[in-house]
Protein backbone atom coordinates (compact mmCIF):
# COMPACT_ATOMS: atom_id res chain seq x y z
CA UNK A 1 0.00 0.00 0.00
CA UNK A 2 1.49 3.56 -1.28
CA UNK A 3 2.36 5.92 1.69
CA UNK A 4 3.91 8.65 0.06
CA UNK A 5 2.12 10.35 -2.56
CA UNK A 6 5.32 11.96 -4.76
CA UNK A 7 7.20 8.47 -5.86
CA UNK A 8 7.49 5.46 -4.60
CA UNK A 9 9.71 3.23 -2.91
CA UNK A 10 11.36 3.13 0.52
CA UNK A 11 13.49 6.45 -0.31
CA UNK A 12 10.18 8.29 -1.16
CA UNK A 13 8.62 6.96 1.68
CA UNK A 14 11.37 8.19 3.93
CA UNK A 15 11.01 11.53 2.22
CA UNK A 16 6.76 11.83 2.94
CA UNK A 17 7.17 11.11 6.68
CA UNK A 18 10.27 13.05 7.08
CA UNK A 19 8.50 16.29 5.75
CA UNK A 20 6.08 16.51 8.34
CA UNK A 21 9.26 16.76 10.89
CA UNK A 22 8.70 20.41 11.20
CA UNK A 23 11.47 21.87 13.31
CA UNK A 24 10.06 25.33 13.57
CA UNK A 25 7.18 23.62 15.49
CA UNK A 26 8.79 20.89 16.93
CA UNK A 27 12.01 22.38 17.98
CA UNK A 28 9.96 24.86 20.67
CA UNK A 29 8.40 21.66 22.16
CA UNK A 30 11.33 19.48 23.15
CA UNK A 31 13.50 22.80 24.00
CA UNK A 32 10.46 23.38 26.35
CA UNK A 33 10.76 19.75 27.75
CA UNK A 34 14.26 19.69 28.51
CA UNK A 35 13.58 23.45 30.11
CA UNK A 36 11.42 21.42 32.61
CA UNK A 37 14.15 18.95 33.37
CA UNK A 38 16.89 21.55 33.63
CA UNK A 39 14.96 23.65 35.99
CA UNK A 40 15.69 20.80 38.93
CA UNK A 41 19.23 20.72 40.44
CA UNK A 42 20.11 16.97 39.60
CA UNK A 43 20.01 16.95 35.87
CA UNK A 44 19.27 12.83 34.79
CA UNK A 45 19.92 12.28 31.20
CA UNK A 46 17.91 9.48 30.60
CA UNK A 47 14.61 10.52 31.68
CA UNK A 48 14.75 13.64 29.97
CA UNK A 49 15.78 12.12 27.02
CA UNK A 50 12.62 9.99 27.22
CA UNK A 51 10.37 12.61 28.12
CA UNK A 52 11.82 14.86 25.10
CA UNK A 53 11.11 11.63 22.89
CA UNK A 54 7.37 12.03 23.95
CA UNK A 55 7.00 15.28 22.88
CA UNK A 56 8.45 14.79 19.93
CA UNK A 57 6.08 11.73 18.89
CA UNK A 58 2.92 14.24 20.24
CA UNK A 59 4.26 17.06 18.04
CA UNK A 60 4.50 14.67 15.16
CA UNK A 61 1.19 13.12 15.76
CA UNK A 62 -0.15 17.09 15.37
CA UNK A 63 1.16 17.46 12.12
CA UNK A 64 0.62 14.08 10.72
CA UNK A 65 -3.11 14.30 11.95
CA UNK A 66 -3.33 18.38 10.44
CA UNK A 67 -1.71 17.22 7.54
CA UNK A 68 -4.09 14.67 6.93
CA UNK A 69 -7.64 16.63 7.82
CA UNK A 70 -6.23 19.98 5.82
CA UNK A 71 -6.01 18.02 2.29
CA UNK A 72 -7.66 14.63 2.83
CA UNK A 73 -10.80 15.41 4.68
CA UNK A 74 -11.27 19.60 4.28
CA UNK A 75 -9.56 19.77 0.66
CA UNK A 76 -7.80 23.60 2.36
CA UNK A 77 -4.50 22.51 1.23
CA UNK A 78 -3.14 21.72 -2.60
CA UNK A 79 -0.76 19.30 -1.90
CA UNK A 80 0.47 16.84 1.00
CA UNK A 81 2.89 14.07 0.69
CA UNK A 82 1.12 11.12 2.46
CA UNK A 83 -1.56 9.25 1.09
CA UNK A 84 -4.50 8.65 3.57
CA UNK A 85 -2.74 5.01 3.65
CA UNK A 86 0.76 6.90 4.63
CA UNK A 87 -1.24 9.24 7.10
CA UNK A 88 -2.98 6.76 9.50
CA UNK A 89 0.54 4.74 9.66
CA UNK A 90 2.03 7.60 10.54
CA UNK A 91 -0.21 7.79 13.21
CA UNK A 92 -0.48 4.89 14.34
CA UNK A 93 3.41 5.06 14.32
CA UNK A 94 3.88 8.34 16.08
CA UNK A 95 1.17 6.87 18.79
CA UNK A 96 3.14 3.76 19.80
CA UNK A 97 6.25 6.01 19.97
CA UNK A 98 4.42 7.80 22.26
CA UNK A 99 2.80 5.51 24.22
CA UNK A 100 6.26 3.46 24.79
CA UNK A 101 7.63 6.86 26.07
CA UNK A 102 5.23 7.38 28.09
CA UNK A 103 5.42 3.80 29.14
CA UNK A 104 8.87 4.24 30.22
CA UNK A 105 8.03 7.32 32.17
CA UNK A 106 5.24 5.76 33.87
CA UNK A 107 7.59 2.72 34.98
CA UNK A 108 10.65 3.04 35.04
CA UNK A 109 10.40 7.32 36.32
CA UNK A 110 7.59 8.29 37.56
CA UNK A 111 3.87 7.72 37.34
CA UNK A 112 3.47 11.80 37.54
CA UNK A 113 5.43 11.88 34.57
CA UNK A 114 3.53 10.34 33.05
CA UNK A 115 0.34 11.56 33.66
CA UNK A 116 1.76 15.02 32.75
CA UNK A 117 3.13 13.64 29.76
CA UNK A 118 -0.90 12.56 27.80
CA UNK A 119 -1.89 15.57 27.72
CA UNK A 120 0.68 16.63 25.34
CA UNK A 121 -0.62 13.81 22.53
CA UNK A 122 -4.78 14.85 23.79
CA UNK A 123 -3.95 18.35 22.63
CA UNK A 124 -1.90 16.83 19.35
CA UNK A 125 -4.58 14.53 18.30
CA UNK A 126 -7.33 16.65 18.21
CA UNK A 127 -5.79 19.93 17.09
CA UNK A 128 -7.19 19.39 14.19
CA UNK A 129 -10.45 19.11 13.06
CA UNK A 130 -11.79 19.59 16.62
CA UNK A 131 -9.52 22.40 18.31
CA UNK A 132 -8.24 24.50 15.48
CA UNK A 133 -11.84 25.72 14.44
CA UNK A 134 -12.13 27.60 17.59
CA UNK A 135 -10.55 30.72 18.61
CA UNK A 136 -9.54 29.20 22.51
CA UNK A 137 -8.43 25.80 20.96
CA UNK A 138 -6.65 27.30 17.79
CA UNK A 139 -4.35 29.59 19.80
CA UNK A 140 -3.84 28.52 22.74
CA UNK A 141 -3.39 24.47 22.22
CA UNK A 142 0.15 24.65 21.17
CA UNK A 143 0.91 27.27 24.33
CA UNK A 144 -0.59 24.51 26.41
CA UNK A 145 1.22 22.00 24.94
CA UNK A 146 4.20 23.63 25.88
CA UNK A 147 3.97 24.62 29.58
CA UNK A 148 2.86 20.72 29.71
CA UNK A 149 6.08 19.75 28.40
CA UNK A 150 7.69 22.05 30.95
CA UNK A 151 5.44 20.27 34.17
CA UNK A 152 6.31 16.85 32.41
CA UNK A 153 10.40 17.40 32.36
CA UNK A 154 10.42 18.63 35.26
CA UNK A 155 8.58 16.17 36.42
CA UNK A 156 10.51 13.65 34.85
CA UNK A 157 13.61 14.15 36.87
CA UNK A 158 11.69 14.86 40.33
CA UNK A 159 8.99 13.07 40.52
CA UNK A 160 6.55 15.84 41.64
CA UNK A 161 5.72 19.37 40.17
CA UNK A 162 7.37 23.10 41.76
CA UNK A 163 6.01 26.47 41.69
CA UNK A 164 8.80 27.09 39.66
CA UNK A 165 8.22 24.45 37.36
CA UNK A 166 4.63 26.43 37.25
CA UNK A 167 5.53 29.74 37.05
CA UNK A 168 7.73 28.89 33.68
CA UNK A 169 5.15 27.16 32.10
CA UNK A 170 2.24 30.22 33.00
CA UNK A 171 4.24 32.47 31.53
CA UNK A 172 5.33 30.87 28.55
CA UNK A 173 1.72 29.95 28.05
CA UNK A 174 1.03 33.68 27.81
CA UNK A 175 3.46 34.87 26.06
CA UNK A 176 3.12 31.71 23.44
CA UNK A 177 -0.35 32.59 23.08
CA UNK A 178 0.36 36.39 22.01
CA UNK A 179 2.74 35.08 19.53
CA UNK A 180 -0.22 32.26 18.29
CA UNK A 181 -2.17 35.43 17.99
CA UNK A 182 -0.08 37.77 16.13
CA UNK A 183 0.28 34.32 13.43
CA UNK A 184 -2.75 34.20 13.02
CA UNK A 185 -3.15 37.78 11.57
CA UNK A 186 -0.95 36.68 8.97
CA UNK A 187 -4.25 34.59 7.57
CA UNK A 188 -7.83 36.36 8.67
CA UNK A 189 -9.16 36.30 4.66
CA UNK A 190 -7.85 33.02 4.20
CA UNK A 191 -9.27 31.58 7.72
CA UNK A 192 -12.54 33.29 6.68
CA UNK A 193 -12.88 31.44 4.07
CA UNK A 194 -12.57 28.04 5.23
CA UNK A 195 -14.47 29.29 8.24
CA UNK A 196 -11.46 28.75 10.82
CA UNK A 197 -12.58 30.96 13.31
CA UNK A 198 -9.17 32.26 14.95
CA UNK A 199 -9.46 35.05 17.32
CA UNK A 200 -7.77 37.59 14.50
CA UNK A 201 -10.95 36.33 12.24
CA UNK A 202 -13.55 36.72 15.42
CA UNK A 203 -12.06 40.27 16.93
CA UNK A 204 -10.72 41.39 13.32
CA UNK A 205 -6.50 42.18 12.95
CA UNK A 206 -6.56 45.04 14.72
CA UNK A 207 -8.19 44.38 17.89
CA UNK A 208 -6.48 40.84 17.37
CA UNK A 209 -2.69 42.72 17.45
CA UNK A 210 -3.81 44.40 20.25
CA UNK A 211 -4.96 41.57 22.54
CA UNK A 212 -1.97 40.07 21.11
CA UNK A 213 0.78 42.39 22.65
CA UNK A 214 -1.28 42.88 25.82
CA UNK A 215 -1.14 38.96 26.09
CA UNK A 216 2.91 39.24 25.39
CA UNK A 217 3.47 42.14 28.30
CA UNK A 218 1.54 40.47 31.17
CA UNK A 219 3.39 37.18 30.42
CA UNK A 220 6.89 39.22 30.47
CA UNK A 221 5.50 41.33 33.09
CA UNK A 222 4.82 38.14 35.08
CA UNK A 223 8.55 36.78 34.54
CA UNK A 224 10.01 40.12 35.29
CA UNK A 225 7.84 40.05 39.13
CA UNK A 226 8.88 36.37 39.55
CA UNK A 227 12.46 37.50 39.13
CA UNK A 228 12.59 40.20 41.52
CA UNK A 229 10.84 38.25 43.98
CA UNK A 230 13.61 35.66 43.85
CA UNK A 231 11.50 33.09 42.29
CA UNK A 232 13.39 33.38 38.80
CA UNK A 233 17.23 33.46 38.84
CA UNK A 234 18.70 37.21 37.56
CA UNK A 235 19.31 36.23 34.05
CA UNK A 236 15.16 36.36 33.33
CA UNK A 237 15.60 40.16 33.17
CA UNK A 238 17.80 39.62 30.31
CA UNK A 239 15.25 37.03 28.72
CA UNK A 240 12.52 39.73 29.38
CA UNK A 241 14.25 42.28 27.62
CA UNK A 242 15.72 40.61 24.57
CA UNK A 243 11.68 39.52 23.94
CA UNK A 244 10.60 42.73 24.72
CA UNK A 245 12.67 45.00 22.32
CA UNK A 246 11.40 42.35 20.02
CA UNK A 247 8.13 42.78 20.77
CA UNK A 248 8.60 46.48 20.12
CA UNK A 249 10.10 46.34 17.04
CA UNK A 250 7.66 43.36 15.69
CA UNK A 251 4.61 45.52 17.18
CA UNK A 252 5.78 48.36 13.63
CA UNK A 253 6.32 45.76 11.37
CA UNK A 254 3.82 44.01 8.63
CA UNK A 255 1.96 40.53 10.19
CA UNK A 256 4.39 38.10 7.99
CA UNK A 257 7.60 39.76 9.62
CA UNK A 258 6.05 40.66 12.77
CA UNK A 259 5.40 36.53 13.24
CA UNK A 260 8.64 36.21 11.99
CA UNK A 261 10.59 37.96 14.39
CA UNK A 262 8.20 36.83 17.49
CA UNK A 263 8.70 33.35 16.58
CA UNK A 264 13.02 33.91 16.46
CA UNK A 265 12.61 36.24 19.64
CA UNK A 266 10.72 33.43 21.61
CA UNK A 267 13.68 31.19 20.89
CA UNK A 268 16.06 33.42 22.25
CA UNK A 269 13.79 34.04 25.04
CA UNK A 270 13.87 30.55 25.98
CA UNK A 271 17.54 30.41 25.44
CA UNK A 272 18.76 33.33 27.50
CA UNK A 273 16.38 32.26 30.44
CA UNK A 274 18.00 28.18 29.88
CA UNK A 275 21.25 29.80 30.59
CA UNK A 276 19.93 31.66 33.49
CA UNK A 277 18.91 28.73 35.16
CA UNK A 278 21.87 26.89 34.20
CA UNK A 279 24.20 29.18 34.79
CA UNK A 280 22.67 31.90 36.79
CA UNK A 281 25.92 34.61 35.00
CA UNK A 282 24.24 37.20 36.25
CA UNK A 283 23.71 36.86 39.84
CA UNK A 284 26.63 37.89 41.02
CA UNK A 285 26.83 41.26 39.41
CA UNK A 286 22.82 42.09 40.39
C1 LIG B 1 3.67 19.22 23.12
C2 LIG B 1 2.87 20.14 22.33
C3 LIG B 1 3.44 21.49 22.04
C4 LIG B 1 1.65 19.75 21.91
C5 LIG B 1 0.76 20.53 21.03
C6 LIG B 1 0.92 20.07 19.61
C7 LIG B 1 0.22 20.95 18.62
C8 LIG B 1 -1.18 21.41 18.85
C9 LIG B 1 0.90 21.23 17.53
C10 LIG B 1 0.35 22.03 16.43
C11 LIG B 1 1.28 21.91 15.26
C12 LIG B 1 0.62 22.36 14.01
C13 LIG B 1 -0.14 21.38 13.22
C14 LIG B 1 0.74 23.64 13.65
C15 LIG B 1 0.09 24.22 12.46
O1 LIG B 1 -1.23 24.48 12.83
P1 LIG B 1 -2.14 25.61 12.19
O2 LIG B 1 -3.53 25.07 12.33
O3 LIG B 1 -1.88 26.94 12.83
O4 LIG B 1 -1.61 25.68 10.74
P2 LIG B 1 -2.26 25.20 9.42
O5 LIG B 1 -3.07 26.37 9.00
O6 LIG B 1 -1.08 24.91 8.56
O7 LIG B 1 -3.10 23.99 9.70
Redesign the pocket.
Known amino acids: MAVSRHGSGVRADIRAYASQV ?1 PV ?1 ML ?2 VA ?1 SLFGAVLTTDFELVPAAVHAVA ?1 FA ?2 YT ?2 V ?2 GYV ?1 YHVRGEDDDHPLTVAGCRFGLVGATTLFAGATLVLAVDVTLLAAVLTLP ?1 WV ?2 YL ?2 PQ ?2 VHPIG ?1 TM ?2 P ?3 G ?2 ILGGYASQTGAVSTLAMAFAFVFVLVLTGI ?1 IV ?2 TT ?1 VAYDRTIR ?1 RTVAVVLGPDRAVALAYAVISVGLAICLAFALVGLFPPGSVAAVLSLALVAIAAHRAPPKLATMLLIRGSYVFLAVLVAAVWFEPLASVL
Do not use: C, M, N, R
Open positions: HFPPAIAVAHKDDTIAHALDAGYAGIVAKDDDK
